[in-house]
């Protein structure tokens, strides 16, 4: 039987760490001086990396791991700031779509764009149909959500900025959580037609955590996210 080729991206280590204890077989390659993990697990084969946080970072590094693994499906895993009322510390979001937070090309040049989405792109970039179907017929906890998430090169921590934005320009998304990468990962994912997913679980609520709650609950939710992957890729065929 073919392994399918699961590629797992995370921003910092202690989102990654969950995985690197699953993987049998495990090996390491460094391309262009960044480190791959390479492992089995179940009939899968999981390459694993941590990109740094940020955009670019995300972006970069995705790039590379999509030129080199060609995986057949991508999962970004990780942390997030929570910002839907609805949402407790250490709940998971799985992202139905992510749009940018911090683009505008809102000008007269541009009066077709809305504010979030560049020029000869969508507003948002969109998690594999397929996957995302199957993994909302499994029988998850309560405190799974799906929506929308938000990224941009800032840790949030001003809800009435965020409630702002969310209210002019994303009304219509759904818009649950805040992040620093996956919508860049997800628009290199949109531009090598690369499939993927992006799980995140809670580690603060945006205006309502103070630091000692980031460092408390960030290492547990990074956790979360990856006992819900891993549900994932037991149960579901991808």
Same mark, same amino acid.
């Given at each position: 039987?073919?392994?399918?080729?699961?590629?797992?991206?995370?921003?910092?280590?202690?989102e990654l760490d969950g995985? *690197? *204890?699953?993987?049998?077989?495990?090996?390491?390659?460094?391309?262009?001086?960044?480190?791959?993990?390479?492992?089995?697990?179940?009939?899968?084969?999981?390459?694993?990396?941590?990109?740094?946080?940020?955009?670019?970072?995300?972006?970069?590094?995705?790039?590379?791991?999509?030129?080199?693994?060609?995986?057949?499906?991508?999962?970004?895993?990780?942390?997030?700031?929570?910002?839907?009322?609805?949402?407790?510390?250490?709940?998971?979001?799985?992202?139905?779509k992510v749009v940018y937070?911090?683009?505008?090309?809102?000008?007269?040049?541009?009066?077709?764009?809305?504010?979030?989405?560049?020029?000869?792109?969508?507003?948002?970039?969109?998690?594999?149909?397929?996957?995302?179907?199957?993994?909302?017929?499994?029988?998850?906890?309560n405190n799974i959500y799906?929506?929308?998430?938000?990224?941009?090169?800032?840790?949030?921590?001003?809800?009435? *900025?965020?409630?702002?934005?969310?209210?002019? +320009?994303?009304?219509?998304?759904?818009?649950?959580?805040?992040?620093?990468?996956?919508?860049?990962?997800?628009?290199?994912? +949109?531009?090598?037609?690369?499939?993927?997913?992006?799980?995140?679980?809670?580690?603060?609520?945006?205006?309502?955590?103070?630091?000692?709650?980031?460092?408390?609950?960030?290492?547990?939710?990074?956790?979360?996210?990856?006992?819900?992957?891993?549900?994932?890729? *037991?149960?579901?065929?991808?």
């Amino acid at each position: 039987m073919k392994q399918n080729i699961i590629a797992i991206i995370c921003a910092m280590d202690l989102e990654l760490d969950g995985y *690197k *204890k699953i993987l049998s077989n495990l090996s390491s390659e460094v391309i262009i001086g960044h480190e791959f993990l390479i492992g089995d697990y179940l009939n899968n084969k999981l390459v694993i990396t941590k990109c740094g946080i940020g955009k670019v970072n995300a972006a970069a590094i995705t790039l590379l791991m999509i030129e080199h693994y060609n995986p057949d499906l991508l999962i970004n895993s990780g942390i997030a700031g929570g910002y839907a009322r609805c949402l407790k510390t250490l709940d998971v979001v799985i992202a139905e779509k992510v749009v940018y937070s911090d683009v505008d090309m809102t000008t007269d040049a541009f009066t077709n764009l809305r504010y979030g989405q560049l020029q000869d792109f969508p507003l948002t970039f969109d998690s594999n149909k397929q996957i995302l179907d199957k993994v909302k017929k499994l029988k998850l906890n309560n405190n799974i959500y799906f929506g929308t998430i938000m990224t941009g090169d800032q840790f949030v921590t001003d809800y009435d *900025k965020t409630d702002n934005i969310v209210s002019n +320009y994303f009304g219509d998304l759904n818009v649950l959580a805040c992040d620093m990468e996956s919508c860049a990962i997800a628009h290199v994912c +949109y531009l090598t037609n690369t499939r993927f997913i992006i799980v995140r679980s809670i580690s603060d609520l945006i205006g309502s955590s103070d630091a000692f709650d980031y460092q408390t609950f960030a290492p547990v939710a990074a956790s979360n996210a990856t006992q819900i992957v891993n549900y994932i890729l *037991k149960e579901i065929e991808i």
